[in-house]
């Protein structure tokens, strides 16, 4: 049975719950740009077993791509247009829960700490540090590690976690978690300076653009710091060179909640209200988020 999910913590404890269910399965991680190209990659070895997705948005072309499989279940917790989707896929979309691994735990009617874990990081709201450090543990491997070598740290993770091991992944890796502390801790000042704060139409707009992919919670406990804050609008601009071409990916979060999804959408993204973004070919620069947030939000 294999399995697709979003390569964050909600993502991998979202397969934890599911390994615990159902015994080990071949896992990927992924995101909602890539998740039609890995549904696919999939499709030769695995189609006539059943496909899991979870913590992703999906398209109608995405769920097409799912039905090539004996039978798909899509569980998920973003805001996206499911449609009808094709007979052999279940979509179980709950826009109003705080993680996709709450939802999964409803689906398999199971209860775990885990879940409260995954609510706090995915709603940015923490409160346990067990889930400060599970976040940043995740964020040292995004650091440290790319491709297959990324999937199966993950996935050795959350096999952890479903046999009940958070405290001790923490602990054994407690040199990792502060190594990557120490890189926030430097990196944080850095933000703070290079952050341009406009003011659109009395929106307080802060803007940080930078071509070094980096976690957006780093951003965001950044700019907490800000005199000028706090912001209607933070807007997490990574510029990407791949094959000579450029593409913009854009992260959009509020402090004073803010819907955040009209304005992703204009860009052809996605996500939750208040944490939300998109992925542009080409580059978009600060003057065009200007005119959309005018556009978005000007009466
Ligand atoms: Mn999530």
């Known amino acids: 049975m294999p399995f697709i999910t979003h390569l964050d913590a ?5 397969l934890a719950l599911l390994l615990r269910a159902r015994g080990e399965m071949p896992a990927r991680f992924s995101s909602p740009t890539r ?18 997705v979870t913590d992703i948005s999906g398209s109608p072309l995405a769920l097409r791509a799912a039905s090539l499989f004996r039978k798909a279940t899509w569980i998920d917790h ?13 979509v179980i979309v709950d826009p109003s829960a705080p993680s996709a691994a709450s939802v ?18 995915d709603t940015n709201s923490i409160v346990d540090e067990e889930a400060a450090r599970l976040r940043m543990y995740i964020a040292y491997l995004r650091r440290n590690r790319s491709g297959r070598s990324l999937g199966s740290a993950l996935y050795g993770l959350a096999k952890k976690l479903a046999e009940g091991g958070l405290e001790e992944v923490l ?10 502390e120490e890189w926030m801790r430097n ?45 209607d609008i933070i807007v997490v601009s990574f510029y ?37 973004g998109a992925t542009v070919d080409g580059l978009v620069d600060i003057e065009m988020l200007v005119r959309a947030i005018k556009g978005v939000y000007s009466k």
Not at 78 to 90: K, T
Request: net charge negative; with cysteine; hydrophobic share 40%.
């Open 10 to 14: 909600d993502g991998v404890i979202s």
């Open 35 to 52: 998740i039609l190209h890995d549904i696919c990659q999939l499709v030769p070895k695995y189609h006539e077993e059943e496909l899991f």
């Open 78 to 90: 973003h805001r996206w247009e499911v449609g009808e989707p094709p007979e052999n896929v279940e």
């Open 104 to 121: 999964v735990a409803r689906y398999l009617g199971v209860q775990d700490p885990l879940v409260e874990i995954a609510n706090q990081i």
């Open 171 to 180: 602990e054994e890796n407690d040199e990792k978690i502060r190594e990557f």
């Open 187 to 231: 990196i944080m000042p850095r933000i703070l300076k290079k952050t341009r704060i406009v003011l659109v139409d009395g929106l307080k707009v802060a803007f940080y653009e930078t071509t070094e992919s980096l976690p957006i919670f780093v951003v965001y406990e950044s700019l907490k710091d800000h005199p000028e804050g706090p912001f």
């Open 240 to 276: 990407r060179i791949r094959d000579g071409k450029i593409s913009t990916k854009l992260e959009f979060r509020t402090m004073n909640q803010l819907n955040l999804l009209p304005l992703s959408r204009l860009f052809g993204g996605g996500g939750h209200e208040r944490a939300a």
